[in-house]
């Protein structure tokens, strides 16, 4: 074990003599492992705490964007907007196949 495992090893210990762990959210539930089953492991730490201040990916964010945009065309009367519309559901969809392809390179 090397001297920062140590370290924190002390401070966990510190932490549950003085209590600073008694009123943690979700105490004595247990952890939903399934929500990590498909993040990488060396991702799974920024993954939780973006999960945990509801905050998500910019690819999630591009498909939530694509759907309202979508939604907004089906009503929409005028062809300017529409032409708007449209460069905005392509521009986001160029985007998102950019980091999906990116995901990929670095996933081989």
Known sequence: ???FDRIVEQKIKEGLRNGDFD????KGKPIDLNKYA???AEKRMAYSIMMNNNIVPEEVELLQ????LKEQRATCTSK???EKIDRQI???S???QML???AKLNRS
């Open 1 to 3: 074990m090397g001297m």
């Open 23 to 26: 009123d943690l959210e979700g």
């Open 38 to 40: 498909g993040i990488p």
């Open 65 to 68: 964007e694509i759907k309202k």
């Open 80 to 82: 300017e907007e529409l």
């Open 90 to 92: 392509a521009n986001h």
């Open 94 to 96: 160029v985007r998102l």
């Open 100 to 102: 999906i392809e990116k």
